[in-house]
């Protein structure tokens, strides 16, 4: 949580989330590598709030969108009861340093006065900001207090500092005033989230087109191999400069996404700066120096604007850059890597236009979190959904953070906001964070929705662990959050710390060291937090990571060596076999009317790699080694001739949407489609989530077709119909369909045995949404007679049409001979493997 109460109490029973909502979705697929239950893991849980869930130990009442408790604690501050019976131990964190028995009398007395003027005139009903009567009133309250308000900054801050803080207390109390009498609602309806109105959170379905009243737009798919998302990263580094080159060099990938790096101007020297561009140039390159951007505007400090507003500002590097990328993600200089960076891309791929952000609680305001492990989650918080009621206005200036009204909460000004927060840790779309970005930096959207939460966050303090999950919650692109995160860490009984620089105490994670490892092996997170170069003890954790990260890299498709045990010998395809002899066949016949020639010597698959979850999409990947005379060779003596000889590697392409982009589609881009990847096969393997036998072309003796269809993460759910058809007049072949849970990454449609032998041809299958009618995708695939192919191969499919469903790339070399001697002479063939080139 981003900060605790003044007192609360650690309860020391099981975890309260171990059995919950989340324990069921990971069952069934889950969001992330292992769902989203990684989230609650022993050392992270706070294991918070002592008592049970007897009537009365905690009262709540809903104020706005805001939860606020009226009774924090049986025994907790303003209470005097006991706990509940349930052993309790008291923590107090250190208090920063401030008097607070002046401190937000005039934002107190200007919210008295709008409660007085709301109930005279019975409330307004008006969305539309504007201040009760007594404004005038206010502002010469606030300007006859303001000196006795923030006397606790003023004897700790410059002249100027003091006036910008004096002008900003009297602003932000007026417009608390006038929003407690009649609240704002922001931004225009096709900006909030559908279902969202004043006073109320909302929620829409998966998928939904963001015009309201239109009915769900179709989804259309496109082959396509498996690639990797480009990621964007940011590192926030304060001093530990050799630790964050480190892990910039294990962030960097020469081709693809972009690494900026923030110093900050607390320790930044221009020679530091400097030193870290030269390391960049010498280390990558001038090409790949030019994918690794330093720079350094900030003062940083945890908790206030700053660590915002360099956000923001690397949205705007970002969006300028000439490189593609496709997700953010921000680190610390703590952060290192757990996972390989080709399986984070290509596991993001599949779900592009996804956010992945923790909307967690300050969980001391959350009643069903006191019920243990058998909790229900019914009624408002019965998706996990939080809601952040902690509103400290905070101000930074000088180099430190003030709280200008540390014994008042701020209240909520906004209407029709859903207020949530989380660790500052998040995966963004790109989608997102072109549409947050247009919306905080373009004037002409001034009253946007994005402006607004901005600017209310913004003078908040830990804005940086609310604005993020607000903006997800609240806008269009809540269609879109997945309320997980890839990160481990300690926060088990972790160290609340002050600094002499902010008001405002912190939670540390723990260093972690080795003993961390059995729970990192099991959660399989793609970073972890907190690692220091200085502590001996995080040294062997971070050498296992790498092991691990390089032992996880050589076994993806696009690495797989050549040899070991990633790949497993495999029976030719006769309809693979047919295509490469028609078409050899046919180059020759067009040159000098000879045919015939090509031997198809062996072939072998990529293995997947068996502890890979089933959320990963691995295509199929099939090498074949192809030997061919290249040329007729004369029998005269200094003909010249050559052959071809090495593989060729065919990955299946899978039937996948487009995502665009907000910059093109605006707020269509918001709506994911529930279907994510269509593929067709023979022989799906259950426990290895892979086809065993041939895919998207396939024989007509197959006796075990099936469709898998992968939902995107989001959590789609409902009634699907799916259709089978053939020919060029779409015969329907067979209908079937099911309920489709929430949670699932996937489902698998079995065709019938006695379907097989199948009828020769391109065939359909669709998937169709009962509910409203709208396609969620369709594809095509093909059968082959593998008998008429084996004797007639220009019966078989042809290579054109395995082009259609696969990607092609080669390893063949040519070698020139000499036909008179036999041997190798004349201009060398290339044999560099270039399998990974088209």
Known sequence: PPRPPRMWRRFDGASSLEMGHHGRGAAAGGAGPRGPSTQHRPRQRQRALAGATAAGSVAASRSGLCWTAALLLAGGRGGSGGSGGVAAQEYVPEAPTVSRRTAGVALQRALDRARAAAHATGGGGSSELSRPASSAEGAADCAALVDSDLQHVASRTSTACYAEARQLYCDKVALAEAAAYRPFLPGSPEERCPGTSAGSGGGARVGEVAVAGQRPSDVKLHLQAPSQASIAFLVLSYDKFSQVRRLVGRLHHPDRGIVLVHLDQKVASRKILADFRQWARLSFGVAGARRVRIFSEFQVHRGGRSMLDVQIRTFELLLQDKHEWDFYINLSDTHYPAEAAAWMGSYLWLHRGTSYARITSTKFYDPTLQGGKDATYDGPRRDDLYIACDRSLAFECDGRLFSLAPSAKYPQVLAGITAASGPEWVVLSRSFVDYMLQGVRNDAMSGSLARSIYEDLASLSIPEETFFQTMLMSSRFCQTVVRHDFLYLDLYNA????????????????????????????????????????????????????????????????????????????????????????????????????GAGVEVLSARRWLRPSWLQSQHLTPTVLEVLVDHPCLDVEASAGAWGCRFSGWLRLTEKIAAPERPTFAAQGFLAAALP?????????????????????????????????????????????????EWSFGPFSMPARRSGGQIPKGYS????????????????????????????????????????????????????????????????????????????????????DTSDVRKQP
């Open 495 to 594: 160290p609340w710390r002050t600094s002499p620089d902010s008001d405002y105490p912190f939670q540390s994670p723990r260093v972690l060291n080795a003993t961390h490892l059995p729970e990192i092996s099991r959660d399989e997170p793609w970073l972890v937090r907190k690692i220091d170069d200085a502590k001996a003890s995080s040294l062997g954790l971070r050498a296992a990571l790498d092991a691990g990260i390089a032992r996880r890299a050589a076994q993806h498709w696009v690495e797989a060596a050549d040899a070991g045990a990633l790949w497993m010998q495999s029976a030719v395809p006769e309809g693979l076999r047919a295509a490469l002899q028609s078409e050899f066949a046919s180059a020759r016949a067009g040159s000098d009317g000879a």
């Open 674 to 722: 529930p279907v994510v990847g269509l593929r067709v096969g023979c022989g799906w393997a259950e426990a290895g989530y892979e086809f065993a036998g041939e895919v998207s072309i396939v024989p007509s003796s197959c006796q075990d077709l099936a469709l898998v269809a992968y939902v995107n993460n989001v959590g789609f759910e409902g009634m699907v119909i799916i």
């Open 746 to 829: 996937m489902f698998v449609d079995k065709v019938s045995a006695s379907f097989s032998p199948l009828q020769a041809g391109r065939w359909t299958v669709s998937l169709e949404e009962e509910s409203s009618g709208r396609s969620l995708g369709r594809r095509s695939f093909l059968v082959y007679d593998a008998e008429e192919a084996i004797a007639d191969p220009s019966s078989g499919p042809t290579l054109a049409q395995y082009t259609e469903f696969f990607e092609l790339a080669s390893g063949i070399a040519a070698a020139a001979t000499s036909a008179a001697a036999g041997t190798a002479a004349g201009p060398k063939g």
